[in-house]
């Protein structure tokens, strides 16, 4: 079909100037779908016989005009457009109600969707279905955008494709849903005291975690709903974190975005402390769930009597590690051979039955296991290399390898 005769077409029922030119909106670049709209029924009206006036017509009169079935001046008449119902006029109206609502919160940046009618979805599909959707554009995405231009001038921030906020209108009841975007707040911390899990625990055994102790004053600034902590691997309950473990913290629902992290990286609790703050993403999120860093730990290891030549033999513990889940942990993850690499190891003598190890090895591998033996689920182990039970009675992750945190 060419496109006078589809302009032609579609120009048989009252159609505005933003819903004609939109169903050519990917020709005349440098338009707007109402400019291309007027220009189109502009030169549709230049191409009817003149049989069809009764006398002269400015052509101006044609912009937001239908002439229905090309019948008379006199019967030439403003009418609703019959695909979107006239809401391109009222962008307006529905941008102040955006403006209201959009008073309860802080942000820098929005989107604005749209969420159509079934009646309206249902009209445009029938036009396409009458003259083809070959150049066209959806209603819901020219509304979107149409409709984000005039929200931008009223709230006074800028309208983004990744925004602190999203603001989605139903039409054409015109109920406007907020949708808050979370913020995302990198940093690293260290645990210096034993006892506390990383994240909330189901149970009540644990008052808190470095999770609640670390949110409370973002959740004060930001009157945020919930919080979320993404961390870099965790150490166990009854172990310090004495290197530096990279997290973002997540606050979901924040009502105010304005944070001073400086002055509020000296407000967290005490047993945590934390550096390196600054605002980050989604993005950054996956990233550290997905890093596999080498980490060091040092354990304090009670045995039944050694000589500081036996510790020697415990060089034979650096190579390849295989385990099988541990029994400790075995009810809530999946039970499986793993094999990690011991990269290093360094051994000091405290007394006939203690002494101190230190290893540098990969993610994921279970030291307590390494020095026990889990009844033989970990090989080999100190327990195995020494001939005697071995119990780590003191865990602390001392060093966080190869990290470079991505700005």
Request: net charge positive.
């Amino acid at each position: 079909m060419q496109i006078q005769e589809k302009a032609h077409r579609i120009l048989q029922q009252s159609v505005c100037d933003n819903c004609l030119g939109r169903q050519f909106a990917q020709l005349l670049s440098g338009l707007t779908n109402r400019e291309r709209g007027k220009l189109l029924r502009t030169l549709i009206a230049m191409s009817m016989d003149k049989e069809h006036y009764e006398g002269d017509i400015e052509l101006s009169n044609f912009h937001g005009f239908q002439f229905h079935k090309f019948e008379s001046k006199d019967k030439l008449e403003k009418k609703r457009c019959v695909i979107c119902e006239g809401m391109f006029d009222n962008l307006d109206k529905l941008a102040e109600k955006i403006a209201k609502v959009a008073k309860k919160y802080e942000f820098s940046t929005f989107l604005v969707g749209t969420k159509l009618s079934f009646e309206l979805i249902s009209r445009e599909e029938n036009l396409w279905e009458r003259v083809g959707i070959d150049y066209c554009e959806p209603l819901k995405a020219e509304l979107n955008r149409e409709l984000g231009k005039v929200v931008e001038k009223k709230v006074k921030a800028r309208y983004h494709s990744r925004p602190d906020i999203n603001f989605v209108i139903s039409l054409p009841e015109g109920t406007v849903d907020v949708q808050i975007n979370p913020i995302f707040i990198y940093g690293e911390y260290q645990k210096l005291v034993r006892g506390i899990p990383q994240t909330r625990w189901p149970s009540k055994k644990y008052k808190t975690s470095i999770e609640e102790i670390m949110a409370v004053p973002f959740m004060k600034v930001t009157r945020g709903a919930s919080h979320k902590l993404h961390g870099l691997g965790r150490e166990d309950i009854d172990a310090r974190c004495l290197g530096w473990r990279p997290f973002v913290l997540e606050i979901l629902e924040p009502r105010s975005r304005t944070l001073n992290l400086k002055s509020l990286s000296k407000k967290i609790g005490k047993g945590i402390r934390v550096r390196n703050l600054r605002l980050s993403n989604i993005e950054e999120v996956r990233r550290i769930k997905e890093e596999r860093a080498d980490k060091t730990y040092r354990a304090l290891v009670l045995c039944e009597g050694i000589s500081r030549k036996d510790l020697q033999k415990l060089r034979a513990l650096v190579g390849e590690i295989k385990q099988k889940t541990p029994e400790r942990v075995v009810h809530r993850r999946a039970d499986k051979f793993r094999h990690r690499k011991l990269k290093s190891l360094k051994t000091k003598y405290v007394s006939s039955k203690k002494f101190t190890i230190e290893v540098r090895c990969e993610a994921g591998l279970y030291v307590k296991e390494l020095v026990s033996g889990d009844n033989g689920r970990t090989t080999p182990s100190a327990s195995s290399i020494l001939q005697q039970p071995c119990i780590c009675k003191e865990l602390d992750v001392t060093a966080i390898h190869n990290l470079k945190a991505k700005k």
